[in-house]
């Protein structure tokens, strides 16, 4: 999948929460290399969007409506940005972003 997004050109979009919780995941079950791989040959290939008061909040509001453990606070937050940024369609690997009724690149 990798592959097509970079051959198509596609826009890829994301949240610094998002950047955050990758690095964090690298770090602890990879490395630093990966980290460094990650933030020197991915990240110039994504536009980051830095999340703002209100579309945390959103996220937040949205996550203890939901009251579901396996819901992150990091996946409402995406949620709320995507509804923001309205893509065609949203490169995850979570269920939880179909079941938000995105259209998932597959």
Not at 46 to 70: D, W, Y
Not at 87 to 103: E, K, L, M, N
Request: a negative charge; hydrophobic letters at 50%.
């Amino acid at each position: 999948m990798w592959k097509e997004v970079i051959e198509n050109e596609f826009r890829l979009v994301t949240s610094n929460y998002v950047i955050v919780e990758t690095v964090a995941l690298l770090q602890s079950r990879i490395g630093m290399e990966a980290v460094r791989v990650f933030h020197e040959d991915i990240l110039p290939l994504v536009h980051i969007h830095f999340v703002t008061p209100k579309i945390h909040s959103s996220g937040v509001s949205a996550l203890l409506t939901a009251s579901r453990r396996k819901l992150s606070l990091v996946d409402c937050v995406s949620f709320e940005l995507i509804r923001d940024v309205k893509p065609d369609a949203v490169f995850a690997f979570d269920s939880h972003f179909a079941d938000q009724g995105f259209t998932i690149l597959a």
